[in-house]
């Protein structure tokens, strides 16, 4: 409070305000706006008023002299009036939470009067024996008792909170009266000094005689009572009480403020790790709470954005946190480690900060080559632009593709609806047909595309179902989609804990929520051999229906990308503009130095986020590729320090260029510890005592030749098939079960068909589920990733062990060979031939004996 002097007023802006201890106001005013509020131990804010200086006391009567010869004692001083007590101060408390909140501005208490003066005492006559008494003197009067001084009014407190934990407590009362002075003493009358001749003056025989005694005097006034204060304490509703913080002068720029801490806290949440697993939500907080508070749509705009990443599980880099990727940990790590050289920036972080000389000509030629360095980063910004504008175009084509076999696959399913409705299918203790489910699931496939069945992007597995698809539903269907439904939310809402959201937000009466990959698994299971074909078709359709909500889900990703790089552009562009200003300035300030060596940082912030770019690179290969959490290697804040520190630099505060260059260094060096990733990746390929894996390597060998499969090829020049991990006795065998089944090459043949070339270009396509058995735990492991595919030249003679090589895609070298490297073998195939393919090389499938497909993979034991 130094710089507020008593009168003045303080005024407190933050996220949170705790009061620990009674903290004395000292006669300033006090103002507080923030989120939560809280006050322990039963801590108060005195704002209380002073108490008025009593008055002083009269000045006592002076006695009466023997010379001249009457002289009466003289009346004494009044007292004086006590002063009056001041006001108690005025505090304003906003806050969205309050609790604990003690306030006591009561106003001073008036100052008592002072006590009249005691008159003087008459002067002393002498009289000879014999000698006639006459002209005795009288006592002075008392004085008059002073007025007692008025209390201070008390002061005015403001409370104002959308939830109170706990009642304020305020005392506002006015300060209590002064009490009045007290009169004077009466005076005595003079005395008579009898003398005998013989005696000498100075020993007289004396007797107390004289005139009369003067007044006692008169009490003073008390004074007045203080005025009671004011205290008003409201409870407007959430939205009256933002709107009313947003038409605050200071409010822009706490908006700014309350957005720049989101960023920090948004940045510096690692998932497990135990001390930053908190901040997700302290940056949700931060970002609805400038979002509330900035009028600007503009910068509004920022803040939503970055609710939006979150909410759809992506990571400060605007990539989804379970990002898809063919898994080549070797190439993204020698990038990271390749990029050293910016370490160096890094390191002379602390030179850059020593911009303490006022050489204009060395300060306009750092700056002017920053410029240059912003266009640079200005130009790699809107060639990303441009990159995501293509990528929403092809997401776009991908999903009208997927509709379009979604179509397929319902025209099918009405086709065989009759014969479906004739097969008997049962779930647990419910008993339905094939029909039912298929009704169920062509109404999941009818209301994704319309967002009548909507992913969960914080639990990617779980979908919400709305009243259309669910309430419609058989039985038997509804307890399929039941099924695992205590664990579904269960997970849904520990994942939507973790960002501070409830659950119910996203539900309503008529919604449910269920996890569709269970709802598939349980389709899988309720195939019989008598039903396996139409339950295949069934299956397709939910398998279509996921693979829509992931691609609906990546085109969201996808525009908040390009929404991100637009407002990166924005930023260069401003962060430039300021270079070029301060390339031309003359008037070099130590204030201008501060601000300027943070700018310098801010510009390297970009370089930073490209190698944070191939760290997330490297740990999603991991992931991928050993199905192990690598999430804890990885930091976003790296180059960041807490915004206050800037700011307490900025402003000439405590800390000093020295001390936030070491800070921004010690940032810097968490960039990555590749160790701990390289040991995980390594121990993958490891044939050790602890580790007994080898890598093998087999082809699974698939055949379709059913007359039915190859009629409908002929005709739709497609093949839909899946490859079921937990069900191939290769595989899975009683005995010994293959885990880590990566793709590593693939081969196609369609026997008997003819071309003009003899070869056949197909496109296989893996879709967006792939699942392998994991050797940790044994279990069979589907991971929901983009789907991708691979152009392939097909023969028209069968397949033999030449005709590709496994060893074309090591494992401990970057993919070679195949798209579909390192997706597990399990999954959902469709196997299409374009129909260019057909008109340019004269293809021909009348004679097509069967279809092969090789999956050549890797694996252990």
Not at 109 to 136: M, Q, S, T
Not at 270 to 292: L, M, N, S
Not at 472 to 483: G, H
């Given at each position: 409070?130094?710089?507020?002097?008593?009168?003045g007023?303080?005024?407190?802006?933050a996220?949170?305000?705790?009061l620990?201890?009674?903290?004395?106001?000292?006669?300033?005013?006090l103002?507080?706006?923030?989120?939560?509020?809280?006050?322990?131990?039963?801590?108060?804010?005195?704002?209380?008023?002073?108490?008025?200086?009593?008055?002083?006391?009269?000045?006592?009567g002076?006695?009466?002299?023997?010379?001249?010869?009457?002289?009466?004692?003289?009346?004494?001083?009044?007292?004086?009036?006590?002063g009056?007590?001041?006001?108690?101060?005025?505090?304003?408390v906003v806050?969205e939470?309050?609790?604990?909140?003690?306030?006591?501005?009561?106003?001073?208490?008036?100052?008592?009067?002072?006590?009249?003066?005691?008159?003087?005492?008459?002067a002393?006559r002498?009289?000879?024996?014999?000698?006639?008494?006459?002209?005795?003197?009288?006592?002075?009067?008392?004085?008059?008792?002073?007025?007692?001084?008025?209390g201070?009014?008390?002061?005015?407190?403001?409370?104002?909170?959308?939830?109170?934990?706990t009642?304020?407590?305020?005392?506002?009362?006015?300060?209590?009266?002064g009490?009045?002075g007290v009169?004077?003493?009466?005076?005595?009358?003079g005395?008579?000094?009898?003398?005998?001749?013989?005696?000498?003056?100075e020993?007289?025989?004396w007797?107390?005689?004289?005139?009369?005694?003067?007044?006692?005097?008169?009490?003073?006034?008390?004074g007045?009572?203080g005025?009671?204060?004011?205290?008003v304490?409201t409870?407007?509703?959430?939205?009256e009480?933002?709107?009313?913080?947003?038409?605050?002068?200071?409010?822009?720029?706490?908006?700014?403020?309350?957005?720049?801490?989101?960023?920090?806290f948004f940045?510096?949440?690692?998932p497990?790790?135990a001390d930053?697993?908190?901040?997700i939500g302290?940056a949700?907080?931060?970002?609805k709470?400038?979002?509330?508070?900035?009028?600007?749509?503009?910068?509004?705009?920022?803040?939503i954005?970055?609710?939006?990443q979150?909410?759809?599980n992506?990571?400060?880099?605007?990539?989804?946190?379970?990002f898809?990727?063919?898994p080549?940990?070797?190439?993204?790590?020698d990038?990271?480690?390749?990029?050293?050289?910016?370490l160096?920036?890094f390191?002379?972080?602390g030179?850059?900060?020593?911009?303490?000389?006022?050489?204009v000509?060395?300060?306009q030629?750092?700056?002017?080559?920053?410029?240059?360095e912003?266009?640079?980063?200005?130009?790699?910004?809107?060639a990303?632009?441009?990159?995501?504008?293509?990528?929403?175009?092809?997401l776009?084509?991908?999903?009208?593709?997927?509709?379009r076999?979604?179509?397929?696959?319902?025209?099918?399913?009405?086709?065989?609806?009759?014969?479906m409705?004739?097969?008997?299918?049962?779930?647990?203790?419910?008993?339905?047909n094939?029909?039912?489910?298929?009704?169920?699931?062509g109404?999941?496939m009818a209301?994704?595309?319309t967002?009548?069945?909507?992913?969960?992007?914080?639990?990617?597995?779980?979908?919400?179902?709305?009243?259309?698809?669910?309430?419609?539903?058989?039985?038997?269907?509804?307890?399929?989609?039941?099924?695992?439904?205590?664990?579904?939310?269960t997970?849904?809402?520990?994942e939507?804990?973790?960002?501070?959201?409830?659950?119910?937000?996203?539900?309503t009466t008529?919604?449910?929520?269920?996890?569709?990959?269970n709802?598939?698994?349980?389709?899988?299971?309720?195939?019989?051999?008598?039903n396996?074909?139409?339950?295949?078709?069934?299956?397709?359709?939910a398998?279509?229906?996921?693979?829509h909500?992931?691609?609906?889900?990546?085109?969201?990703?996808?525009?908040?990308?390009?929404?991100?790089?637009?407002?990166?552009?924005v930023?260069?562009?401003?962060?430039?503009?300021?270079?070029?200003?301060?390339?031309v300035?003359?008037?070099?300030?130590?204030q201008?130095?501060?601000?300027?060596?943070?700018?310098l940082?801010?510009?390297?912030?970009?370089?930073?986020?490209?190698?944070?770019?191939?760290?997330?690179?490297?740990?999603?290969?991991?992931?991928i590729?050993?199905?192990?959490?690598q999430?804890q290697?990885?930091?976003?804040?790296i180059?960041?320090?807490?915004?206050?520190?800037?700011?307490?630099?900025?402003?000439?505060?405590?800390?000093?260029?020295?001390?936030?260059?070491a800070?921004?260094?010690?940032?810097?060096?968490?960039?990555?510890?590749?160790?701990d990733?390289?040991?995980?990746?390594?121990?993958?390929?490891?044939?050790?005592?602890?580790?007994?894996?080898?890598?093998?390597?087999?082809?699974?060998?698939?055949t379709?030749?059913?007359?039915?499969?190859?009629?409908?090829?002929?005709?739709?020049?497609?093949?839909?098939?899946?490859?079921?991990?937990?069900?191939?006795?290769?595989?899975?065998p009683?005995?010994?079960?293959?885990y880590r089944?990566?793709?590593?090459?693939?081969?196609?043949?369609?026997?008997?068909?003819?071309?003009?070339?003899?070869?056949v270009?197909c496109?296989?396509?893996?879709?967006?589920?792939?699942?392998?058995?994991?050797i940790?735990?044994?279990e069979?492991?589907?991971?929901?990733?983009?789907?991708?595919?691979?152009?392939?030249t097909?023969?028209?003679?069968?397949?033999?062990i030449?005709?590709?090589?496994?060893?074309s895609?090591?494992?401990?070298?970057?993919p070679?060979?195949?798209?579909?490297?390192?997706?597990?073998?399990?999954g959902?195939?469709?196997?299409t031939?374009p129909?260019?393919?057909?008109e340019?090389h004269?293809?021909?499938?009348?004679?097509?004996?069967e279809?092969?497909?090789?999956?050549?993979?890797?694996?252990?034991?």
């Amino acid at each position: 409070m130094a710089g507020v002097a008593p009168g003045g007023t303080l005024q407190l802006i933050a996220r949170e305000v705790r009061l620990t201890e009674n903290h004395d106001l000292g006669g300033r005013n006090l103002e507080i706006f923030a989120s939560v509020f809280t006050a322990s131990n039963g801590a108060a804010f005195i704002g209380q008023g002073v108490a008025g200086a009593a008055g002083s006391n009269g000045v006592a009567g002076a006695n009466g002299r023997r010379f001249p010869e009457k002289e009466d004692g003289s009346d004494g001083g009044p007292g004086g009036s006590g002063g009056d007590g001041t006001d108690g101060t005025a505090v304003t408390v906003v806050s969205e939470v309050v609790e604990g909140l003690n306030v006591d501005v009561q106003g001073g208490k008036g100052g008592a009067g002072g006590a009249g003066g005691a008159g003087g005492v008459g002067a002393p006559r002498v009289y000879e024996l014999g000698e006639p008494i006459v002209d005795l003197t009288n006592g002075g009067n008392g004085g008059a008792g002073g007025n007692g001084g008025a209390g201070g009014n008390g002061g005015t407190v403001t409370v104002t909170g959308v939830r109170y934990i706990t009642g304020p407590i305020v005392n506002v009362s006015g300060g209590g009266s002064g009490e009045q002075g007290v009169g004077g003493d009466t005076g005595l009358a003079g005395y008579i000094e009898w003398r005998e001749p013989e005696f000498p003056l100075e020993n007289p025989m004396w007797e107390e005689f004289g005139g009369d005694p003067g007044r006692e005097g008169a009490p003073g006034l008390p004074g007045a009572k203080g005025a009671a204060g004011v205290g008003v304490i409201t409870e407007p509703s959430y939205d009256e009480f933002w709107s009313s913080l947003a038409s605050q002068p200071f409010a822009a720029k706490w908006a700014a403020y309350r957005h720049t801490m989101g960023e920090f806290f948004f940045r510096s949440y690692t998932p497990g790790v135990a001390d930053r697993e908190g901040y997700i939500g302290r940056a949700v907080d931060e970002f609805k709470a400038a979002i509330r508070l900035e009028r600007d749509p503009q910068q509004q705009a920022k803040s939503i954005l970055r609710l939006e990443q979150i909410w759809n599980n992506l990571n400060p880099l605007g990539l989804p946190r379970d990002f898809d990727l063919i898994p080549d940990f070797s190439t993204y790590m020698d990038r990271l480690t390749n990029f050293g050289n910016l370490l160096n920036t890094f390191t002379s972080i602390g030179n850059t900060f020593s911009l303490t000389s006022t050489q204009v000509d060395a300060f306009q030629a750092l700056f002017k080559g920053q410029v240059m360095e912003a266009d640079s980063r200005i130009g790699e910004a809107k060639a990303q632009l441009e990159i995501s504008v293509v990528r929403e175009q092809q997401l776009v084509e991908a999903l009208v593709e997927v509709e379009r076999m979604m179509a397929d696959v319902g025209r099918r399913i009405e086709k065989a609806k009759e014969e479906m409705k004739a097969k008997p299918l049962s779930f647990g203790s419910v008993v339905g047909n094939v029909g039912q489910l298929a009704v169920a699931v062509g109404a999941l496939m009818a209301a994704a595309p319309t967002g009548g069945a909507s992913l969960l992007a914080l639990a990617p597995n779980v979908i919400n179902l709305g009243q259309t698809v669910y309430q419609n539903a058989e039985p038997l269907a509804k307890a399929i989609f039941d099924d695992g439904e205590e664990e579904t939310l269960t997970k849904v809402k520990g994942e939507f804990a973790k960002v501070k959201g409830n659950v119910e937000d996203i539900m309503t009466t008529s919604d449910k929520i269920t996890d569709l990959l269970n709802v598939i698994n349980n389709i899988k299971r309720a195939k019989k051999p008598d039903n396996s074909k139409l339950m295949d078709l069934v299956q397709k359709g939910a398998e279509l229906t996921y693979e829509h909500l992931l691609k609906t889900q990546e085109m969201k990703t996808a525009k908040m990308q390009t929404r991100a790089l637009g407002e990166a552009v924005v930023s260069e562009e401003a962060l430039q503009a300021y270079y070029a200003a301060e390339a031309v300035r003359t008037d070099i300030q130590q204030q201008i130095l501060r601000s300027a060596g943070l700018a310098l940082i801010r510009g390297a912030f970009a370089r930073v986020d490209i190698l944070l770019e191939f760290a997330f690179c490297a740990q999603r290969s991991v992931e991928i590729y050993c199905l192990q959490d690598q999430r804890q290697h990885v930091y976003y804040d790296i180059g960041r320090v807490h915004p206050d520190l800037e700011a307490d630099y900025a402003w000439g505060g405590d800390i000093t260029r020295e001390q936030l260059a070491a800070k921004y260094q010690a940032s810097f060096s968490r960039l990555l510890n590749p160790f701990d990733m390289w040991e995980t990746y390594q121990k993958y390929f490891k044939n050790t005592s602890s580790n007994p894996n080898l890598i093998l390597k087999d082809i699974r060998r698939l055949t379709f030749n059913d007359a039915e499969i190859l009629d409908i090829f002929r005709s739709t020049h497609q093949l839909s098939f899946e490859f079921d991990v937990r069900d191939d006795k290769v595989l899975s065998p009683p005995s010994k079960m293959r885990y880590r089944t990566k793709i590593q090459a693939i081969g196609i043949a369609f026997v008997g068909a003819t071309s003009a070339s003899s070869i056949v270009s197909c496109r296989l396509e893996h879709g967006a589920l792939y699942s392998e058995r994991s050797i940790v735990d044994r279990e069979v492991h589907v991971t929901p990733l983009r789907t991708r595919y691979e152009i392939i030249t097909a023969q028209t003679t069968p397949l033999k062990i030449g005709d590709f090589d496994l060893d074309s895609a090591p494992p401990l070298e970057r993919p070679q060979s195949s798209p579909l490297w390192g997706m597990g073998i399990g999954g959902q195939y469709t196997l299409t031939v374009p129909s260019g393919e057909m008109e340019e090389h004269r293809i021909k499938f009348d004679e097509l004996m069967e279809v092969q497909v090789w999956l050549g993979y890797q694996f252990v034991e």
